[in-house]
T-cell receptor
């Protein structure tokens, strides 16, 4: 069965610290990979996506993610977080007609 | 473009009441989805519609029905609401081309069932 795992449930960082959120997926076919962000009280917004090509993908607000096919991973990174990055982050995989979401990682950035 | 819109934004129901959540998109997307979001469980797919005239069950369809009224609109109906259906409901739409597909989400409907 298809699944997406986000092992970090809650991350707390100080401003300017570096961020890496893990995402692993299980899917047998070709996949498209996504990271979404949900700011408090808001809907999900697309941060970045990977379809093919360069496995290092750059998104909005300084975020990037690296697709490592051999590890079935698509980790999200940011070199220096800001207080405004406090939000919940969801990794998602598109396979077939469906999207599969991880359970989310809550990020709190302390000023 | 308004993107994906949902109504209502908030709703309180009593157990056993029925209601319909409305969703519309103006991006000419083929596929539409209904998810529920619960703390610690991420997003779980209730139903989806890959194209106008088709609907399919997702991970948690029990207690729900859907209607793909036309290409723009995809409604979710709770026939007899239960407290377990207290959740935030998100509608999404997507368009697939060349094997690439991205979902866009609506603002959500917060539902409380007493």
């Amino acid at each position: 069965a298809q699944s997406v795992s986000q092992h970090n449930h809650h991350v707390i960082l100080s401003e300017a610290a570096s961020l890496e959120l893990g995402c692993n997926y299980s899917y047998g076919g070709t996949v498209n990979l996504f990271w979404y962000v949900q700011y408090p009280g808001q809907h999900l917004q697309l941060l970045l996506k990977y379809f093919s090509g360069d496995p290092l993908v750059k998104g909005i607000k300084g975020f990037e993610a690296e697709f490592i096919k051999s590890k079935f991973s698509f980790n999200l990174r940011k070199p220096s977080v800001q207080w405004s990055d406090t939000a919940e982050y969801f990794c998602a995989v598109n396979g077939g007609n469906q999207f599969y979401f991880g359970t989310g990682t809550s990020l709190t950035v302390i000023p | 473009n308004a993107g994906v819109t949902q109504t209502p934004k908030f709703q309180v129901l009593k157990t056993g009441q029925s209601m319909t959540l409305q969703c519309a998109q103006d991006m000419n997307h083929n596929s539409m989805y209904w998810y529920r979001q619960d703390p610690g469980m991420g997003l779980r797919l209730i139903y989806y519609s890959a194209s106008e005239g088709t609907t399919d069950k997702g991970e948690v369809p029990n207690g729900y029905n859907v209607s793909r009224l036309n290409k723009r609109e995809f409604s979710l109906r709770l026939e007899s609401a239960a407290p377990s259906q207290t959740s935030v409901y998100f509608c999404a739409s997507s368009y697939r081309t060349g094997g690439q597909e991205t979902q866009y989400f609506g603002p959500g409907t917060r539902l409380l069932v007493l």
